[in-house]
């Protein structure tokens, strides 16, 4: 069964430092996000791509943060500077309509020191 | 700013034992979503709800919306250990179809 996968599960860095987290979505589907959980919290939107551009994205999504495709296949979220607060576990997601059933990756624990 | 909330945020039952977990929104949007998440790990999709009465089940779990009271249930009969884990509903911003509100989450544990 496709799945959408995620790398790195888990990374750890330091305060400033700049992350990418990846996302491969599955290969049928249009429309990609990002989401977060803190730590026993509720899943937070981030960010929504379709067509090669941001269709919408959540107060959270600063300028800190942003997308990107850079081919057929990947997804990216990079933090340019994180900040202890971006500690939490991003999950990507992919549908292939919009508004759609969203079908989530494994996540990418983030550990901001 | 749309709301999703969930009640009970934590649950424990016994085995053999019916419960309901309850999800209000404050948006007019007619989609729900529940997913399941087990700790540490990704969220599952369990059902989606496209409309006003919609029910679906499978297993031991079964899901409803009503739109007209914003409210949708998630019904869980004869519990069983394997039950245990955190449920989400979502629903979709009406405006964009784009963004998901999740829930706060249920938390069940179902004690043997």
């Known amino acids: 069964e496709p799945e959408v996968t995620q790398t790195p599960s888990h990374q750890v860095t330091q305060m400033g430092q700049e992350v990418i987290l990846r996302c491969v979505p599955i290969?049928?589907?249009?429309?990609f996000y990002w989401y977060r959980q803190i730590l026993g919290q509720k899943v937070e939107f981030l960010v929504s791509?379709?067509?090669?551009?941001?269709?919408?994205k959540s107060e959270i999504f600063d300028d800190q943060f942003s997308v990107e495709r850079p081919d057929g296949s990947n997804f990216t979220l990079k933090i340019r500077s994180t900040k202890l607060e971006d500690s939490a576990m991003y999950f990507c997601?992919?549908?292939?309509?919009?508004?759609?059933?969203?079908?989530f990756g494994e996540g990418s624990r983030l550990t901001v020191l | 700013e749309l709301k999703v909330e969930q009640n009970p945020l934590f649950l424990s039952m016994q085995e053999g034992k019916n419960y309901t977990i309850y999800c209000n929104y404050s948006?007019?949007?007619?989609?729900l979503y529940w997913y399941r998440q087990d700790p540490g790990k990704s969220l599952e999709s369990l059902f989606v709800?496209?409309?006003?009465?919609a029910v679906k089940q499978e297993g031991r779990l079964m899901a409803s919306l009503d739109t007209k009271a914003r409210l949708s249930t998630l019904h869980i009969t004869a519990a069983v250990h394997d039950l245990s884990a955190t449920y989400f509903c979502?629903?979709?911003?009406?405006?964009?179809?784009?963004?998901?509100?999740f829930g706060t989450g249920t938390s069940l544990t179902v004690i043997p």
């Open positions: 979502a629903v979709e911003n009406p405006d964009t179809g784009n963004q998901f509100y």
């Open positions: 997601a992919s549908s292939r309509v919009r508004a759609g059933e969203l079908f």
């Open positions: 948006t007019t949007s007619d989609r």
């Open positions: 709800l496209l409309s006003n009465g």
């Open positions: 290969s049928n589907h249009l429309y």
């Open positions: 791509f379709y067509n090669n551009e941001i269709s919408e």
